[in-house]
């Protein structure tokens, strides 16, 4: 019987490798992790880690957040609030498609003013920096809480607060006597009078829009507020996918007096579920302490039910 060609044997030989890597890797394989996943234990996760009510609806996943917030974006008191995301719209609603940080860096720390024609919401080229959104966060949650919502490097400015940020021009460039200084942070037309009436003898002005200080040397100033803040880090800041479900214990303490008032328990019961559903570190070492806020508002409306003008979760 003759012999098949080489290379006709090669692309056989290529052929039955390619079955039966795909019968293994394409069907073998994915149908023995479903069947690992349905195993007790592992099917909840398989799942998607999905969240009832108590009339068995699904409203949520322990593993996504959620806003609990109302049609205007405000928040809703009776709830225990996430970590600022950016799946979060200004209208209330969470789109979990919307996944990512805002590429907002420890370097942004100067606002791009709006036009004084348009205002904020109506400028698309305006944008605030990382630091004015720390700081708008740091004041609204501190006057949400009734606690200070101070913090280094953050000022109060017109209606809100902002970074507190310098351009400083200096005679030689970046050398030499300081010759201007000019609040970036706050506009002429949004502010009486800048933060700090003069810096090394120098009177501070207000920022105008469309004038270029590209020239000026970027100077934040840190203030005298405490370098431990009463609103926690988390608070203000989204995480890394904008979808983390949980807060730090020390936000949720943060939160307790407000949500034991509007659902009329006591702080102490409200800290005890808190206590439920704080997880610790992974291994005993890795990662710190949190809390989920879905699984603890869900219980929340199970053990202490707010009324119908709360809004149920999900």
Same mark, same amino acid.
């Given at each position: 019987?003759? +012999?098949?060609? /080489? ?8 052929? /039955? ?26 099917? !909840? ?7 009832? #009510?108590? #009339?068995?609806?699904?409203?949520? =996943? =322990? ?7 109302? $049609? #205007?974006?405000?928040?809703? @008191?009776?709830?225990? &609030?996430? +970590? ?5 719209? $200004? ?22 003013? *709006? ?7 109506? #400028? ?8 004015? &959104? ?8 501190? $006057? ?6 101070? +913090? *280094? ?26 010759? +201007? ?18 810096? %090394? ?24 507020? =405490?370098? %431990? ?9 989204? =995480? ?14 943060? &939160?307790?007096?407000?949500?034991? @008032?509007? /659902?009329? @328990?006591?702080?102490?019961?409200? $800290?005890?579920?808190? %206590?439920? !559903? ?37």
């Amino acid at each position: 019987m003759a +012999r098949l060609p /080489r290379w006709v044997s090669q692309h056989l030989a290529a052929l /039955r490798a390619l079955l039966v890597l795909t019968a293994v890797t394409g069907i073998l394989y994915p149908l023995a992790v479903l069947a690992v996943a349905q195993l007790p234990g592992l099917d !909840h996760k398989a799942e998607g880690s999905l969240v009832y #009510d108590e #009339d068995g609806a699904v409203v949520g =996943s =322990s593993l996504l957040g959620q806003s609990f917030t109302d $049609e #205007d974006g405000n928040a809703i @008191a009776a709830y225990f &609030q996430s +970590r600022p995301s950016m799946a979060a719209g $200004e209208n209330g609603d969470y789109d979990p498609l919307v996944s990512g940080a805002s590429n907002l860096g420890p370097e942004s720390v100067v606002d791009a003013l *709006p036009d004084p024609a348009l205002g904020w919401d109506g #400028d698309e080229l305006a944008t605030k920096s990382l630091l004015t &959104q720390v700081c708008e966060r740091s004041y609204a949650i501190g $006057e949400r809480e009734g606690v200070d919502g101070s +913090r *280094p490097y953050c000022t109060e400015s017109g209606a809100g607060a902002v970074g507190a940020v310098l351009g400083v021009f200096y005679a030689e460039g970046t050398t030499g006597d300081v010759v +201007r200084v000019v609040s970036l942070n706050e506009a002429c037309d949004a502010v009486a009078a800048p933060f700090l009436a003069e810096y %090394e003898g120098v009177p501070v002005e207000c920022a105008v829009y469309g004038e270029d200080y590209a020239a000026a040397i970027v100077t934040p100033v840190e203030g005298d507020a =405490s370098g %431990e803040p009463a609103v926690p880090a988390d608070a203000v800041t989204a =995480s890394g996918s904008g979808l983390d479900p949980h807060i730090s214990p020390e936000y949720a303490e943060l &939160q307790t007096a407000r949500v034991a @008032a509007e /659902r009329g @328990a006591s702080t102490e019961d409200v $800290e005890a579920l808190v %206590e439920e !559903h704080t997880t610790g570190r992974f291994l005993g070492f890795m990662g710190d302490p949190a809390v989920n806020v879905v699984e603890l508002n869900l219980a929340l409306d199970s053990v202490f039910p707010a009324g119908d003008e709360a809004g149920p979760v999900g």
